[in-house]
């Protein structure tokens, strides 16, 4: 089992829709959770950190957690063709007494005008 | 404020080759952080530097070794280059150990022929 997991797509949806992006993770003691947003020849930059479990909202993005599931996921609200992009999910994992930022192989989307 | 700076941009390398990356973090910005970046992969961390002293490094052969200086600057150096090196190698920064918000260069791009 890959310790942070998500399927890379592509996930296709219309302009104006919700897209959900999921992410699972393998660490139960995990705390701290990230998306990153990385456009096609750039390089990643985070939008959304959460900490607890439930929501947090900032503007049209909706972080979710739930610790018990080990289960985080992206919502973007009035999904638009600027948010076409691959999306990363990052967890903070104990690795050997240290930890790291790990990644997933991020989820494409693309949003159809 | 400048932002984390990576060079070269590109690099074109033959087997067995050796090759330098460069980072240079945010001004302030005490730990650096090296990942590989491949399609099928994603991002996978390379090895975490704090206070020019290496702490924590990802599963990656002995041939793929770093350093930090004292003014933050990382270097990161792969010898005997393989065809599997092939790979956007990315450089984070942030403001302390710990500090999971991690800010990317734009990459190293190297193609080993």
């Known amino acids: 089992q890959k310790e942070v997991e998500q399927n890379s797509g592509p996930l296709s949806v219309p302009e104006g829709a919700i897209a959900s992006l999921n992410c699972t993770y393998s660490?139960?003691?995990?705390?701290?959770f990230f998306w990153y947003r990385q456009y096609s020849g750039k390089s990643p930059e985070l939008i959304m950190s959460i900490y607890s479990n439930g929501d947090k909202e900032d503007g049209r993005f909706t972080a979710q957690l739930n610790k018990a599931s080990q289960y985080v996921s992206l919502l973007i609200r009035d999904s638009q063709p600027s948010d076409s992009a691959t999306y990363l999910c990052a967890v903070i994992l104990n690795s050997g007494g240290y930890q790291k930022v790990t990644f997933g192989i991020g989820t494409k989307l693309q949003v159809i005008p | 404020k400048a932002g984390v700076t990576q060079t070269p941009r590109y690099l074109i390398k033959t087997r067995g080759q050796q090759v330098t990356l460069s980072c240079s973090p945010i001004s302030g910005h005490r730990s650096v952080s090296w990942y590989q970046q491949t399609p099928g992969q994603g991002l996978q961390f390379l090895f975490e530097y704090f206070s020019e002293t290496q702490r924590n490094k990802g599963n990656f052969p002995g041939r793929f070794s770093g350093r930090q200086f004292s003014n933050s600057r990382s270097e990161m150096n792969v010898s005997t280059l393989e065809l599997g090196d092939s790979a956007l190698y990315l450089c984070?920064?942030?403001?302390?150990?710990?500090?999971?918000?991690?800010?990317f260069g734009s990459g190293t791009q190297l193609s080993v022929l």
């Open positions: 660490d139960r003691v995990s705390q701290s």
């Open positions: 984070a920064s942030s403001l302390a150990r710990g500090d999971e918000k991690l800010f």
